[in-house]
């Protein structure tokens, strides 16, 4: 796959992402849409929003992920300017990190509110196509410039 195209992948996950989390801001602000995507007991953005379990050293949950995929944003942009590679570590990195938070706060919902909550989930599984698409950028060491000079023949893989 064209390093172009994960690089496209990476920036729509991201942009995804912030969406996802303004919905989360929204809907934890807004009592009345929190029904929105209550599916049963277990699947319910509502039981999640309302356990008293969503803030991390008193930041709510929604405002470190629009803050990581604001991040993640403002990272990816100078590496697309400029292909360099310190910039796709640095968001291979806050990638990472961001992963690390979604499993912590996975566990939160999961084994202390005992609920699942949709939106949230669509907000780690963004970070992880972001991280997905850093790493195989990092492993095939490839940049839009190095396509270009490239001769014409298959894909790498």
């Not at 920036?11 to 969406?19: E, K, R």
């Not at 039981?47 to 604001?70: E, K, R």
């Amino acid at each position: 796959m064209r390093a172009a195209t994960v690089h496209t992948i990476i920036l729509l996950a991201a942009f995804a992402g912030l969406l996802v989390s303004g919905w989360a801001a929204y809907e934890s602000t807004h009592p009345a849409v929190q029904g929105t995507c209550t599916v049963n007991a277990f699947v319910s953005c509502a039981a999640v929003d309302t356990s008293g379990h969503t803030t991390t050293l008193g930041v709510p949950d929604w405002a470190i992920g629009i803050g990581g995929f604001v991040l993640l944003i403002a990272l990816d942009i100078p590496l697309y300017r400029t292909w360099k590679r310190p910039w796709l570590l640095a968001v291979t990195g806050f990638a990472g990190l961001g992963i690390a938070t979604s499993v912590y706060f996975a566990y939160i919902e999961l084994a202390i509110i005992h609920a699942f909550c949709l939106v949230c989930f669509s907000a780690y599984l963004a970070d992880a196509v972001v991280l997905a698409g850093a790493l195989y950028l990092i492993r095939s060491g490839r940049t839009s410039r190095e396509e270009a000079a490239a001769p014409a023949g298959p894909e790498p893989t």
